[in-house]
């Protein structure tokens, strides 16, 4: 049955009713009504951080000390650890931040050693390793990047080059913004 036929009468398709009439019906819950009320409730709550503005709170969010780096790493996954996964994130420098030094992401009752929330554990390493870490991966993927471009102006064995038109030459460039022009 297709839903996007609005509310049916009887239960049979047919003729959608109009909202009016379904508002004065007993049992019938004006969810768009609803809605602008917790709208109205979260406004006078949070102010215009709803709208667009520029605060976001993050309640995941924990203060490295000074010459570390955090991160969240995954724990479980539907319930199911990987030791090997443990194992490499060991040999890759991080260790788990003890749950004692940031409390405030924990509800009272928490007993656990390592901080868990949602299935990813918080996760420490020494900054300068962790910055020796991200360069390396961004020039991994600088170099993959380079690569590809390179190939689009190679022309196989026995072909014209590439190169020699501005029409035919492989052009590329890079954009950040919306795809449909404004």
Known sequence: MNDDLGPRRNGRPGLREEPETLAMQPGVVDHEARAAQRMKELRAEMGDSLDGGEFYFDRFYAEAPPGWAYNWKNHTVFGKEFPQY??????????????????????????????????????????????????????????????????????????????????????????????VPD
Do not use: C
């Open 86 to 179: 443990k194992s490499m994130l060991q040999r890759n420098g991080w260790s788990p931040v003890p749950a004692a030094r940031h409390r405030e992401l924990l509800y009272p009752e928490y007993n656990d050693q390592d901080i868990v929330i949602d299935g990813m554990i918080l996760m420490e390493r020494p900054k300068a390793l962790n910055d020796k870490r991200v360069e390396a991966e961004r020039m991994k993927s600088a170099m993959q990047v380079a690569a590809k471009e390179a190939l689009l102006a190679d022309a196989p064995a026995g072909t014209a080059p590439r190169d020699k038109f501005a029409e035919t030459r492989p052009r590329l460039s890079s954009h950040v913004g919306p795809v």
